[in-house]
């Protein structure tokens, strides 16, 4: 048997779910736990082999069980934190220690010409010559005082278990006992677990409690668990994102239930469901009609500040034409649903399907941290420049991802479904509403969902707020305009989001809301 202890040094436990920016994470997921420990090796200046190999058997051994108590949740307050002056210590540092970086990789190349290593100790003479940096420093040294930097809200969801001890066991399996001094002396240098206020003391032991949560493959708790290949992919993200740019952990989702529990089905999830990233419009807002305006110029920015091209991206294959597997939707998330609801939109958002591949998130996580290192701007028809900013914690309920995500059995179009067939005048055909209410059910299959039980489609907003489906511009597919048309639907069991649908679902049309209070 391998047991790892995790003490919460506090009694308290800070982390943020991952699909929710409010709410908290509990129990600890393997998934974090292994990333703290692959941190840890990768913090030390001269890095330990063995450590790695070790690290290697840890993420190819199947999910471990957990021992965690139940835990309270405390009341969640908002902070407003300073943030670091980017003039100082943001991108144009970073740019730098990347210009260094790219400048050694030419120079350590034994097949680049004379020319190629010329130019490159001529840029990392420039890159390591700081001195406009220092002046900059001089310039605006006061904005680094937290009294007078920018402030940002910020929510630390936390809980107190009944037991500081979380166990992570896997029966039956074992390491060495040269590999088990070295994963002891590792989880030595582990620290916290989560958010930085998290101190733990972490350490093998031989008698764990009894387990609280086992794998199952239908459990209804979802964590995020450890693959072979783990370790590479953590490695490859911070290449990344360098502690700054936008990033998600490399997890695979493992279900979980009680021990002797029976094994129930979680809600379905669509298909084209998965990490998403939102960025809000600073200073403006959009009104609803600009929704597909607004989504076609992020992914045409995203694409721009692209190096790698993966179908997942453009939604194309290798032959040019319309791919028939998920890929990126570009979305709008309308102020809907409430009774002051404005409809305008309030930022746009950029959701990667559930299928795609380390590869393929790498290249799209690349492309939105270009972007936002660049400019962070859109430029939409008519020459309309809105500046968007990643929203890690958004304050406003339209951009949060539980808005959009909780699980439910019926859900109603924030913005219209676009139909698969051309625009026709009301009344042209007898049955369009039944053809209508099966088309927007065949969509629910399309994104691997069952059948719903139950459609209703209608010009007229079903959410307060929400823009009437002939308010928007025709939206086309080629030269083929498609009929617009809301819609509820509801189905038998419990489905989670994000869920968008219908023909213009990449461009944000058929962005759905859960209705709270309708599970059964």
């Known amino acids: 048997m391998l047991a790892i202890e995790v003490e919460f040094l506090t009694g308290r436990y800070v982390a943020t779910a991952h699909d929710d920016r409010d709410g908290f994470e509990w129990p600890p997921h393997p998934a974090r736990l292994f990333s703290a420990l ?15 190999e070790v690290l290697r058997r840890l993420e190819a051994m199947p999910p471990p069980s957990i021992f965690a108590s139940e835990a309270v949740e405390r009341s969640i307050v908002t902070h407003y934190v300073p943030v670091n002056d980017a003039n100082i210590t943001g991108s144009a540092l970073w740019r730098r220690s990347q210009q260094v970086d790219d400048a050694l990789a030419v120079l350590g190349d034994g097949g680049a010409s004379a020319k190629q290593r010329s130019s490159a100790e001529g840029k990392l003479s420039a890159a390591r010559d700081v001195g406009d940096l220092v002046a900059a420093t001089v310039r605006h040294g006061t904005n680094t005082l937290p009294a007078v930097r920018v402030r940002q809200a910020r929510t630390f969801p936390s809980v107190t278990p009944m037991s500081p001890v979380v166990a992570f ?23 916290r677990l989560g958010h930085s206020s998290s101190l733990v003391a ?25 693959s072979a290949g783990q370790f590479d992919a953590l490695v490859g993200e911070f290449g990344l994102h360098r502690g700054s740019r936008p990033r998600s952990l490399p997890c695979t989702a493992v279900g979980y239930s009680a021990p002797g529990e029976t094994e129930t089905s979680g809600p379905a999830v669509p298909n084209t469901s998965g990490d998403w990233f939102v960025f809000e419009f600073k200073g403006v807002r959009l009104p609803s009609h600009q929704l597909v305006a607004a989504s076609a110029a992020l992914r045409g920015a995203i694409l721009a500040n692209a190096t790698d091209l993966p179908e997942v991206l453009h939604g194309h ?23 002051h609801a404005s409809g305008q939109l309030l930022g746009a958002g950029v959701m990667l399907p559930c299928a795609a591949d380390r590869v393929e998130r790498r290249a799209v996580l690349a492309a939105i941290g270009r ?25 406003l309920r339209s951009l949060q991802r539980a808005t959009w995500a909780s699980a439910s059995q019926e859900w109603v179009s924030a913005t219209p479904l676009a ?40 010009i007229p907003p079903l959410l307060q707020g929400a823009l009437p489906a002939n308010g928007y511009p025709a939206f086309r597919q080629g030269t083929t305009a498609r009929r617009l048309v809301h819609a509820r639907v509801r ?19 058929g962005l759905m809301r859960p209705i709270r209070g309708a599970l059964s």
Request: hydrophobic share 40%.
């Open 38 to 52: 692959v941190a840890e090796w990768g913090s030390v200046e001269e890095r330990d082999d063995s450590e790695r």
């Open 169 to 191: 066991v896997w029966e039956g399996l074992d390491l060495s006992a040269a590999e088990r001094l070295t994963l002891d002396r590792l989880m030595e240098r582990v620290t």
């Open 202 to 226: 972490c350490r093998l032991t031989d008698s764990p409690p009894m387990v609280t949560h086992v794998p199952a493959e239908t459990g209804e708790l979802r964590l995020r668990g450890v």
């Open 317 to 339: 294959d290798v032959n040019g034409r319309p791919t028939g597997q998920p890929h990126v939707s570009f979305l709008g998330f309308p102020d809907v649903g409430h009774g």
């Open 371 to 395: 972007w936002l290192e660049g400019s962070g701007r859109l430029m939409l028809r008519g020459g309309r420049v809105v500046t968007a900013e990643l929203s890690e914690g958004p304050a």
């Open 419 to 458: 139909l698969p067939w051309r625009a026709r005048k009301a009344g042209e055909r007898a049955n369009e509403w039944d053809l209508a209410a099966e088309w927007v059910a065949d969509s629910c299959e399309h994104v691997g969902l069952a059948r719903p039980e139950w459609v209703q489609v209608s």
């Open 491 to 509: 189905f038998t069991e419990p489905v989670a989001g994000p869920l968008v649908l219908g023909s213009g679902r990449y461009f944000g049309l």
